[in-house]
C-alpha cells in the first residue's frame, strides 16, 4: 500500500529556509519518481519539483529554480525539499506525490501524472 507522509511545514520570514520531508512507505524510492507540488488559498496546484533516484534526474519548476533542491535518502526512504530564500508567493500547502518510474516512461517530463498522493503541510513566509 503506497503511502506519502509530507512534514516540515511551518511559518518563517521572507528570506528564511525550512526542510520539508517527504517519507514513502509501501514501496522503495528506487522503483519511483516523488514529486513536490504546492496549492496556494485560491489557486490552482503547480509543481514544484520531481526527482528519481535510481537515476538521479531532477526537474525544478522555474518559480524555485535555484532557490530549492529535492534529494532523496534511498536508506530512509524518504525525499526532502530543501527551500531557501523563501518568498511570500511561496506560501501554500505543500505535498508530495509518487508514480512508478516505469509508467513515466522513466522519464520525468514536466512532473505531471502522478497518481499517488500524501496529505499537505503548510508552508507560510511572512513579508
Known amino acids: 500500500d503506497v503511502q506519502l507522509q509530507a512534514s516540515g511545514g511551518g511559518l518563517v520570514q521572507t528570506g528564511g529556509s525550512l526542510r520539508l520531508s517527504c517519507a514513502a512507505s509501501?514501496?522503495?524510492?528506487?522503483?519511483?519518481?516523488i514529486g513536490w507540488f504546492r496549492q496556494a488559498p485560491g489557486k490552482e496546484r503547480e509543481g514544484v519539483s520531481c526527482i528519481s533516484s535510481s537515476d538521479g534526474m531532477t526537474y525544478y519548476f522555474d518559480s524555485v529554480k535555484g532557490r530549492f533542491t529535492i534529494s532523496s535518502d534511498n536508506a530512509k526512504n524518504t525525499v526532502y525539499l530543501q527551500m531557501n530564500s523563501l518568498k511570500p508567493e511561496d506560501t501554500a500547502v505543500y505535498y508530495c506525490?509518487?508514480?512508478?518510474?516505469?509508467?513515466?516512461?522513466?522519464?520525468?517530463?514536466?512532473?505531471?501524472?502522478?497518481?499517488?498522493w500524501g496529505q499537505g503541510t503548510q508552508v507560510t513566509v511572512s513579508s
Open positions: 509501501g514501496f522503495t524510492l528506487d522503483d519511483y519518481a
Open positions: 506525490a509518487a508514480e512508478p518510474y516505469y509508467r513515466l516512461g522513466y522519464t520525468l517530463g514536466a512532473c505531471t501524472r502522478f497518481n499517488y
